[in-house]
């Protein structure tokens, strides 16, 4: 290489989803190296044996059928909310690890004003999808705040200083107090007939500027209405 020659690089970026404009994501932010979408309740991210076509995956390509699908953090296929999608590796790289997230969940009875969950968490030995407090398992941390209570529900704004699978459902059920609609973890689906977990705030830099960026979703009415329930 010589003082002023130009270099060009082509990086090839294909995406293998079928894509499903029949779908339809609203997109919370957009710029040219991510997508946030708010993703409803019963959407998975990605594509399994009994989902085929019907996920975020699939609506992502029909939208941008000459990228990729990366997903920098995953929600639940019941759990709605913020999701970011990078639009090439780079971003995907950038972002991985870096997103701070903020969720929004409605648990059973009255919890405290503020509290932390210190508790392990670790595979249920007979599962392939549960997850348990043990003392074996991989240290995992919840930060929440109590924003709501009506007695028989508590609104509750959590951070999350570790990020294991169903994390926040674990440690909730851990202490007595499931989400709302969480039959896997103890729920009761009484008011609500999915977990009622929402992922409302997010927050990373953009990846190319430095730039930051936090993004909102309101919560859905299926949790909010949840709390105009008298108090029994």
Do not use: W
């Not at 989902?51 to 975020?56: A, S």
């Not at 990078?86 to 972002?95: E, F, G, I, Q, S």
């Amino acid at each position: 290489m010589r003082q002023g020659d130009v270099i060009v690089l082509s990086l090839a970026d294909e995406s293998f989803l079928e894509p499903n404009g029949s779908l339809n994501v609203p997109i919370a932010f957009e710029n040219d190296r991510l997508v946030v979408f708010d993703k409803p309740s019963g959407m998975p991210v990605h594509p399994s044996i009994r989902h085929q076509g019907d996920t975020l995956g699939n609506y992502f390509a029909h939208l941008y059928p000459e990228l990729t699908f990366r997903s920098v953090n995953r929600l639940d296929r019941d759990t709605s909310g913020l999701c970011v999608i990078a639009k090439d590796a780079l971003a995907a790289k950038l972002l991985q690890g870096s997103c701070k997230k903020v969720y929004y969940a409605a648990v059973h009875g009255t919890i405290p004003e503020s509290g932390t969950i210190d508790a392990p968490i670790a595979r249920e030995r007979e599962s392939i999808i549960l997850r348990c407090v043990r003392e074996d398992g991989q240290r995992a941390v919840t930060h929440y705040k109590r924003l709501q209570c009506n007695g028989r529900y508590s609104l509750a704004e959590i951070e999350l200083e570790t990020g294991r699978t169903h994390q926040i459902r674990v440690h909730f059920a851990h202490i007595g107090a499931p989400l709302a609609g969480d039959d896997l973890y103890g729920g009761l689906r009484d008011d609500i007939n999915r977990q009622a977990l929402h992922c409302g705030r997010i927050s990373f830099n953009d990846p190319l500027t430095g730039e930051s960026i936090t993004v909102s979703s309101e919560i859905p009415e299926d949790i909010s209405s949840l709390f105009t329930q008298e108090e029994e």
